[in-house]
């Protein structure tokens, strides 16, 4: 069968499941558009900025266990993706991202609209491609796609010149599973380190599980779970992590990290044995290394990617691995080796005790008012109008901190947000995609004034495609954790991070075709989202929250300070 490339381009995705394609056109790419006006296998989804193309092409494949797809074209198209594809990068995002180039013959010539894709990404991509023969572009979507799912995930590029999309060549059905010489990355795990991890857990006296995003990509919630109930340990969820052991567990000890918990972080610094599962230790988590160092304890270390182990911390046992095959041999191995040598339950009680203490601290209880909006508690009346059960977007700052910590999180997949790159304007794109993969599902976005209106426009790909999400804006009028920031180590000199020039968010969401509300009252903040999300279920909802400009975010470990010199409240500073 002779086909044209863009047709082979829309064969490919309708030959790996794909549903939706989230993209703008532009003149490298209008053969495979044309190509996608001619089929009916996905949807392609017309937003109205490349980079949010690709931010819902993110959210779609955390939300769902599928491939995210977003198509671009070349230039200033392929330039304003790579925010989002950085965003998944940093993230092990699974996604593939299609660019259109100039044709072969001027690549190189400062053609219009020509860039180097390949270049330009090579930093923020898993892999990438340059495809320069039609007769090779089938197999190498199919890389493509294998290569972003396999391993740790990540995005991949394939950049189209033109003139591939409309040369043709024989098309052949793929033959096989996609095999590469040079990329087999292992999944199972060393049957001897795993061993070794089990008698080093068994042996502690305090133990603490320490798991991050790797067990939510994995798919890994139900062995975590097990594990939590053999060990008896305490575990704590990173940031990208949250959802993976409810939030309801009593073995949960809150986030770790920055602006984690009293409890979780005294535990991560004075346990015994740590068990690292699908985490990086990265700096907002385990804060200054050294300071990290001084306690003495053993570290198992649990990960797909070689690279990620003892990059920032030592360990003891290293375990490379995709996370669920490890924790299957390692609840295995732990329930035949209890028997012969059972763990120090009384010790073990003795840490729980310790725990307990430090959890007494209650170091989220915050002052309440009658006449100010605070946002935690914007956030936890949202927790029980949707019964905990919403999808769950974020931008990034303050009102990403408050989510984390007071929405609890009792399934993977549910939280979506920007961890290692902190990209501000994700979360409306990011709330399209998770809709357009959980159809009928409640889906919130946590947002504030600074960070929605850097993809307000999308407002209109959601009126067009009746895309329901509910923003709530937690408007303080300033960029909210630069204002902290500059608080506690600038004294108090907010320089450029008052916004001042704010437009009427109501009007706005109400010029776009949605239903816009401001609340400036407590008591106003339950029936808002009660009508938001029943009453008007089956629209777009702008909630414009007026909250207190002063509120910050406890607890705080400082830039380069240790894990357990936690300020806990101004009273701190």
Not at 362 to 381: F, H, R, W
Request: glycine fraction near 8%; proline fraction near 5%; include cysteine.
């Amino acid at each position: 069968m002779e086909l044209n490339g863009a047709e082979i381009v829309v064969r490919c995705l309708a030959e790996q499941g794909v549903d939706h394609v989230f993209g703008y056109p532009g003149g490298a790419v209008l053969y495979i558009y044309d190509a996608i006006y001619k089929q009916d296998n996905f949807k392609h989804i017309l937003v109205r900025h490349e980079q949010a193309a690709v931010h819902a092409a993110d959210a779609y494949s955390r939300s769902s266990q599928k491939v995210g797809v977003a198509l671009v074209t070349s230039g200033p198209g392929l330039t304003n993706a790579i925010t989002g594809i950085a965003t998944a990068y940093m993230d092990s995002i699974p996604m593939v991202i299609l660019s259109g180039q100039v044709p072969t013959t001027a690549i190189g010539e400062d053609a219009f609209q020509e860039c180097d894709a390949v270049g330009i990404t090579r930093p923020a991509v898993k892999h990438n491609f340059l495809v320069r023969d039609v007769k090779d572009l089938a197999e190498t979507m199919r890389r493509a796609f294998y290569i972003a799912t396999t391993g740790r995930p990540g995005p991949v590029l394939v950049d189209i010149p033109k003139d591939i999309t409309v040369a043709t060549c024989k098309f052949t059905e793929p033959r096989g599973e996609v095999s590469m010489r040079s990329y087999t990355p292992v999944v199972k795990g060393h049957q001897g380190q795993i061993k070794k991890a089990v008698q080093m857990l068994l042996a502690a006296e305090r133990p603490m599980i320490y798991t991050g995003g790797g067990v939510v990509l994995s798919n890994a919630s139900d062995e975590l779970r097990e594990l939590i109930e053999l060990s008896g340990a305490p575990c704590t969820n990173t940031l990208m992590g949250l959802g993976a052991l409810p939030a309801s567990d009593p073995r949960y000890v809150g986030m770790p990290g920055m602006h984690g918990t009293y409890e979780a972080n005294m535990a991560m610094q004075n346990c015994d044995v740590l068990v690292a599962i699908g985490a990086r230790f990265d700096d907002r988590v385990i804060g200054n290394p050294k300071h990290f160092a001084q306690n003495q304890r053993k570290i198992v270390h649990i990960d797909i990617d070689p690279s990620s182990i003892s990059k920032r911390v030592k360990v003891d046992v290293p375990i490379v691995g995709n996370v669920k095959d490890v924790l299957q041999e390692f609840n295995s191995l732990y329930k035949q080796a209890v028997a012969d040598n059972a763990p120090d339950r009384a010790a073990i009680a003795k840490w729980w005790q310790q725990v307990e203490l430090w959890r007494g601290k209650q170091c989220l209880a915050y002052e309440g008012s009658d006449t100010l909006i605070k946002p935690q508690y914007v956030i936890e009346t949202l927790w029980e109008v949707t019964g905990g059960n919403a999808f769950v977007t974020s931008d990034v700052g303050q009102h990403q901190m408050w989510a984390a910590q007071y929405y609890r999180f009792n399934a993977p997949r549910r939280w979506i947000n920007s961890g290692g790159l902190g990209t501000m304007g994700v979360g409306l794109p990011y709330a399209m995609g998770v809709q357009m993969a959980n159809p009928g599902s409640d889906v919130a976005v946590i947002t504030g004034e600074g960070s929605i209106q850097m993809n307000i426009q999308e407002l209109s790909t959601c009126k067009q495609y009746h895309l329901t999400p509910k923003v709530l804006c937690l408007n303080n009028r300033y960029l909210g954790m630069v204002r902290q920031w500059q608080q506690i180590d600038y004294g108090s000199r907010y320089s450029e991070s008052y916004v001042d020039a704010l437009p009427d968010f109501v009007k706005l969401a109400e010029s776009y075709g949605h239903v816009g509300m401001r609340i400036d009252k407590p008591s106003d903040v339950e029936p808002a989202l009660h009508e938001a999300f029943n009453k008007y279920k089956d629209r777009l909802v702008f909630l414009d929250f007026i909250t207190d400009q002063t509120e910050n975010v406890w607890p705080m470990v400082k830039a380069g300070r240790g894990l357990t010199e936690m300020l806990l409240g101004s009273e701190d500073l």
